[in-house]
């Protein structure tokens, strides 16, 4: 994550724009096939249905969100958080396994990310985030949700699990780090070189200001460098019964001692390492993620 500006300057502008021009979708370039599952980077899945989604006025941007299954009063509704300069799309294959399982499913793209607009005025943060994702819980009239988070959603949901324990059931947060620290140099993986390369094309595909992809990464590389910086005390209003602390056995993006320390911090949560798979478990081995995913989520 902090690497990502030195691997962007090694590709050169060139490359950039070569990416967000490009017409085929997906472009077999950012895809990596290997035996060795934590060495591939799988075609990003689909949403289920049309994908058009819809947009909610949030904090002066326009926020995209997709729901999915329906309501049920016994479960509460599962929000998916994607990771840095992703989108919703990553989860396709999670949303599409609880579709069925009686849950009502909603994914939303962070600001500046996929489909959702920015303010490109004003930084780009994590409480600025979890703001977003809890007033969008006050516009969809939930009171109350589980949150599935991966990297910088997985910040998010713990961010939100701390500030605002009443309208969190449960956190599944998978690869979080708490401190800038306990990222890795990502420029050194050639999976997550490909998987940055992939969010290029599909910035310019799916943003609506596809022009400006180098203030977006500005913007998030600048939260990556000083957020989060948390400490064990920012825990302590976690509920922590309902939390998983949750990574891979491959991880190339965030040190094993992040989980750890959060896990030490949070005795009463869970703490999961998933094997044969990297900080894309959720498309290496979707199988084992969702398997995991209905053990927490899916037990009364």
């Not at 993986?189 to 990464?217: C, K, M, Q």
Request: glycine letters at 8%; one cysteine or more.
């Amino acid at each position: 994550m902090l690497g990502l500006k030195v691997f962007l300057g090694i590709v050169g502008q060139a490359a950039i724009l070569a990416s967000c021009s490009s017409g085929n979708y997906p472009d077999e370039s950012t895809v990596i096939r290997s035996p060795r599952r934590w060495l591939s980077l799988p075609p990003t899945p689909s949403l289920p249905g049309s994908g058009r989604g819809n947009y909610a006025k949030i904090n002066n941007i326009q926020l995209w969100y997709d729901t999915f299954g329906s309501s049920n009063p016994h479960r509460s509704p599962i929000f998916f958080l994607h990771g840095g300069l992703a989108n919703s799309d990553y989860f396709g294959d999670q949303v599409r396994f609880f579709e069925g399982k009686g849950f009502k499913i909603i994914t939303v793209d962070s600001r500046g990310h996929g489909r959702s607009t920015t303010d490109f005025n004003i930084p780009i943060g994590y409480d600025l985030m979890s703001d977003d994702f809890v007033a969008l819980l006050d516009h969809l009239k939930i009171p109350k949700a589980s949150f599935v988070g991966w990297s910088d959603g997985a910040i998010n949901a713990l961010n939100i699990a701390a500030k605002h324990p009443d309208r969190v059931d449960k956190v599944f947060a998978f690869a979080a780090n708490y401190n800038p620290s306990g990222v890795m140099d990502t420029t050194v993986s050639p999976v997550f070189n490909t998987y940055v390369n992939r969010t290029i094309a599909e910035y310019g595909r799916l943003s609506p200001h596809p022009d400006r992809y180098e203030e977006f990464l500005n913007q998030v590389t600048q939260m990556w460098q000083g957020q989060p910086n948390w400490t064990e005390s920012f825990f302590s209003t976690i509920n922590e019964m309902n939390v998983w602390i949750v990574d891979a056995d491959h991880e190339e993006a965030v040190y094993r001692s992040q989980q750890d320390d959060m896990a030490r911090w949070l005795p009463d949560a869970g703490q999961l390492l998933l094997p044969q798979v990297s900080h894309f478990a959720f498309i290496q081995d979707p199988d084992t993620f969702n398997a995991m995913l209905w053990n927490f989520l899916g037990r009364d």
